[in-house]
Nanobody, 126 residues
């Protein structure tokens, strides 16, 4: 499966952006799809994930209550709605997919994901 991330941009603090992760090659099926982000000099970190089957969602504490991950069956796309953005949210955001329906204990581990998109830059100005 190939993943295409889009929707990044420049926004002021307090603003919103919506990222999109479109899959081609096959449908998400029983996959888990996640968003990760990486800032300069920092390790890539978990942001949010959704199990395509059952649509359970998981969030990093730093984004809980501000970000929402959801799936669109018709478009085979995962969305990340980001509200109340903060300067510390500035990063390159990557979508990733695992062929498995990951359990809660490993869903935040980037090593569990088999496919990665190219990343989209999100910049939040203060």
């Amino acid at each position: 499966v190939q993943l295409q991330a889009s929707g990044g941009g420049l926004v002021q603090a307090g603003g919103s952006l919506r990222l999109s992760c479109a899959a081609t090659g096959r449908t998400f099926g029983a996959y888990t799809v996640g968003w990760f982000r990486q800032s300069p000099g920092k390790e890539r970190e978990f942001v949010a994930a959704i199990r395509w089957s059952g649509r359970s969602t998981y969030y990093a504490d730093s984004v809980k209550g501000r970000f929402t991950i959801s799936g669109d069956n018709a478009k085979n796309t995962v969305l990340l709605q980001m509200n109340s953005l903060k300067p510390e949210d500035t990063a390159v955001y990557y979508c990733a997919a695992s062929r498995r329906s990951l359990i809660a204990g490993v869903i935040r581990d980037l090593n569990e994901y088999n496919y990665w998109g190219q990343g989209t830059q999100v910049t939040v100005s203060s």
